[in-house]
């Protein structure tokens, strides 16, 4: 009876999870991380491979470019890719007071895609607005979803279904310049599955920036995703503007999926059972689910890119379509879960 009761205190409270929590997948990251760098296509020992990331021992130059240029950019690439989705889904939910909010099904991720994709058939020589077009892109959809689902307040199924229509007109759009513009598809064919397949230093010096504008953006508004969640009226009554509040949270949200989608192109559902699982395990206060989202997506979405490319070798699957098997039947126990939001 004493040990029951000992481990309903010590795994009930958040607390003691909390502590727990953060360091188990922290080692969890690294060893994925490991895993990534070490095995590929191209099979190397450890010892070769500690020897080119530390500069010992003897190793051939194409290790070296294997390791340094393709497998190592490419793992920091969906680390970081993962934070963000994972935030930016956490900071819809809040705004949103909706577990099924997510940048893939509230039109975020499509309308950030329909940007870039325009930009690098129709405008190639601008490559360097992809992240703002996508950026503006995103926000465009995201307003547009609102607007549908707002009918006195936002209701969850409005959301999903507005989602839905806009998804579906976005990705017509989508469908549409690729076939307009066919002689150039071939270039961004990975991109458009969502793939860290080619991804290298350069995207990093991108991606770096921009995604630490919005991570640092997000964790400055962790008191306002709190008061969110308590409801507009007791929200105002402490203080806080409500409008204002989700306007700022929203953007951010659109800018950090923006930025990601602008790099790998479209990965879906990262948004939507990252923040779900954290919430789960640390709790709703976001001074804690926030960074804890944005861990368990860094872990998500690389191990779900290290099984893509491994898994199915000699065939390199993009880890977008791996999210989607993955994803779907995940928001559908999701759905089904929540009384209210019955099929």
């Known amino acids: 009876m004493k040990v029951a009761s000992y481990l309903k205190f010590s795994f009930g409270d958040k607390r003691w999870v909390r502590v727990i929590m953060f360091p188990l997948f922290g080692m969890i990251l690294a ?12 099979q190397y ?17 194409t290790l070296r470019t294997i390791i340094m240029n393709i497998r190592l950019p490419r793992a920091l690439v969906a680390l970081i890719v993962g934070a963000n989705l994972a935030v930016s889904g956490a900071l819809l939910q809040a705004v949103m007071r909706n577990e099924l909010a997510d940048p893939g099904l509230t039109g975020i991720s499509t309308g950030a895609s329909l940007a870039a994709l325009t930009i690098m058939l129709v405008f190639p020589a601008y490559g ?21 689902a707002w009918r006195r307040g936002v209701d969850p199924i409005r959301i999903v279904l507005a989602g839905v229509a806009v998804n579906a007109v976005l990705g017509g759009g989508s469908s549409l310049l690729s076939l307009l513009y066919s002689d150039r598809l071939q270039g961004v064919q990975m991109w458009l599955s969502g793939s860290m397949s080619g991804r290298s ?14 991570l640092m953006g997000s964790f400055l508004c962790i008191k306002s ?38 790099v790998v192109g479209l990965i879906g559902f990262v948004g939507l059972i990252v923040p779900h699982i954290a919430r789960l395990l640390v ?7 926030l960074p804890f989202s944005a861990l368990l997506g860094s872990v998500l979405l ?32 999701l759905l089904r879960r929540k009384g209210r939001y019955k099929l």
């Open 128 to 148: 360097s607005f992809v992240p703002a077009a996508a950026f503006i892109g995103a926000s465009i959809s995201f307003m547009i979803v609102y607007t549908l």
């Open 201 to 214: 230093w350069h995207h990093i010096y991108v991606l770096v920036p921009y995604a630490s504008i919005g």
């Open 45 to 61: 020992t450890s010892e070769q491979i500690l020897g080119v990331l530390f500069g010992f021992g003897e190793f051939d130059e």
């Open 31 to 42: 060893v994925i991380f490991i895993i990534s760098i070490r095995f590929g296509s191209v």
């Open 283 to 289: 709790g709703s206060d976001y001074k804690f689910l």
């Open 302 to 333: 690389l191990g779900a890119d290290t099984a893509a490319r491994t898994l199915f070798s000699p065939i390199e699957l993009p880890v977008g379509i791996l999210m989607a098997v993955v994803g779907g039947p995940f928001f559908l126990w």
């Open 225 to 262: 995703a709190n008061l969110l969640q308590l409801g507009d009226d007791m929200a105002k009554n402490l203080g806080l503007k409500v409008n204002l509040a989700r306007i700022v949270l929203s953007a951010i949200a659109a800018f950090t999926a923006a930025i990601s989608v602008a």
